[in-house]
């Protein structure tokens, strides 16, 4: 697993989760609305704590100046 994704890309996905995460337990989201961003926030945080994006592959991306890694 070759790493694809820059601090940016990281940090940037991790604060969305974050934030997400608050609305969610402040009650502010509710329904399939809160289900559907909350997935995707867990999803947020997994790939920005690993580094890789399953979704960047066949498309060939990678935000990471570095692609040795």
Known sequence: ???NMGPMDRL????LAVLV???LLAGIL???LAIVLGIL???????SVIGFC????PLKF???KN???
């Open 30 to 32: 509710k329904g399939t």
């Open 54 to 57: 399953p979704l960047y592959v």
């Open 12 to 15: 940037i996905r991790l604060l």
């Open 21 to 23: 995460a608050f609305l």
């Open 41 to 47: 926030a867990l999803v947020f945080l997994v790939t």
């Open 62 to 64: 990678s935000t990471r």
């Open 1 to 3: 697993m070759t790493l």
């Open 67 to 69: 692609n040795q890694g």
